[in-house]
């Protein structure tokens, strides 16, 4: 069983930076491909960035290129969304999610283990 737990949510003001960590349970980490996804109320999960196991890959949605960074520490089991720039429209529950493998889906279906999510607060 992968248990991810999320950290480094709260609340900032408009173009502000936030540094979310995802620490996993798992001793085999480094084969896994870690992504963030955010939920806002009333909206489906949407895909904000993808890793591939060896941090030499990544994938960002089209609305958060440029302002967020991710990154990974196989050494430290962790996965970290560096969030710049953030706007009110950011304001969403952030999911970290794991899936054993290289590909990097960009849709929810594509992974196997979330965590239980924190809250980004983006006030204007």
């Known amino acids: 069983q992968v248990q991810l737990v999320e950290s480094g949510g709260g609340l900032v003001q408009a173009g502000g930076s936030l540094r979310l960590s995802c620490a996993s349970s798992?001793?085999?980490?480094?084969?896994?491909?870690m992504a963030w996804f955010r939920q806002a109320p009333g909206k489906e999960r949407e895909f904000v960035a993808g890793?591939?196991?060896?941090?030499?890959?990544?994938l960002y949605a089209d609305f958060v290129k440029g302002r967020f960074i991710i990154s990974r520490d196989n050494a430290k089991n962790t996965v970290y969304l560096q969030m710049n720039s953030l706007k009110p429209e950011d304001t969403a529950v952030y999911y970290c999610a794991a899936r054993n493998g290289i590909v990097v889906p960009t849709t929810a279906l594509g992974y196997d283990y979330w965590g239980q999510g924190t809250q980004v607060t983006v006030s204007s």
């Open positions: 890793i591939a196991p060896s941090g030499y890959s990544t």
């Open positions: 798992v001793r085999t980490f480094s084969r896994y491909t």
